[in-house]
């Protein structure tokens, strides 16, 4: 859950795990690019997050999706 959202560094809170409840920063990084035919050089800066979301049972109901993803633990 973020608890901080900068221009620089996010502050996140750790949901699961040993650490649960621990604040930590998640800076930006640089991302140059790879291709060698290029006159210049690209760099991107961004923060190494990937979008997910939640749909509880109740409200999943009656709905037809395209992927699902499980979380399970054991």
């Not at 690019?33 to 979301?53: G, I, N, T, W």
Request: one cysteine or more; a positive charge; hydrophobic letters at 45%.
């Amino acid at each position: 859950m973020a608890q901080n959202l900068g221009e620089r560094v996010i502050g996140a809170e750790i949901l699961t795990g040993k650490n649960i409840g621990l604040c930590v920063p998640i800076p930006r990084i640089m991302m140059p690019s790879e291709k060698d035919d290029l006159p210049f050089v690209m760099k991107a800066r961004q923060f190494p997050l990937q979008v997910a979301f939640a749909v509880t049972i109740n409200k999943s109901q009656g709905q037809a999706l395209d992927r699902v993803g499980v979380y399970l633990k054991t």
